[in-house]
Nanobody
Framework: QVQLVESGGGLVQAGGSLRLSCAASGAVFSINSMAWYRQPPGKQREFVAEIQSGVGTDYADSVKGRFTISRDNAKNTGYLQMNGLKLEDTAVYYC??????????????WGQGTQVTVSS
């Protein structure tokens, strides 16, 4: 079992910044990709950003130039640096990770989500 725990959400004024973290624990052997999704109030979950080993990064058009995804492989932790936050960035942010657990079993795990609220 691989568990993901997000942290770093909170309330911030428009134009401000937040840094989300996603820590993977448990039977982690290797992580191939880490991604962030978000679910705005009353809407469906949507893709935000992804970082893949050997491939690079990808972003939703709505966050390009403002958000940066990164990873610390030694810590099995991913980050989402969010700058220039807008009201429409308000959402519950979820971390997703995929890779291999000990025993070479594939895993695809989700975190519990962290609330980001941007105020005017």
């Amino acid at each position: 079992q691989v568990q993901l725990v997000e942290s770093g959400g909170g309330l911030v004024q428009a134009g401000g910044s937040l840094r989300l973290s996603c820590a993977a624990s448990g039977a982690v052997f290797s992580i191939n990709s880490m991604a962030w999704y978000r679910q705005p109030p009353g809407k469906q979950r949507e893709f935000v950003a992804e970082i893949q080993s050997g491939v690079g990064t990808d972003y939703a058009d709505s966050v390009k130039g403002r958000f940066t995804i990164s990873r610390d492989n030694a810590k099995n932790t991913g980050y989402l640096q969010m700058n220039g936050l807008k009201l429409e960035d308000t959402a519950v942010y979820y971390c997703n990770a995929a890779g291999s657990s000990t025993g070479w079993r594939p895993f695809n795990s989700w975190g519990q989500g962290t609330q980001v609220t941007v105020s005017s």
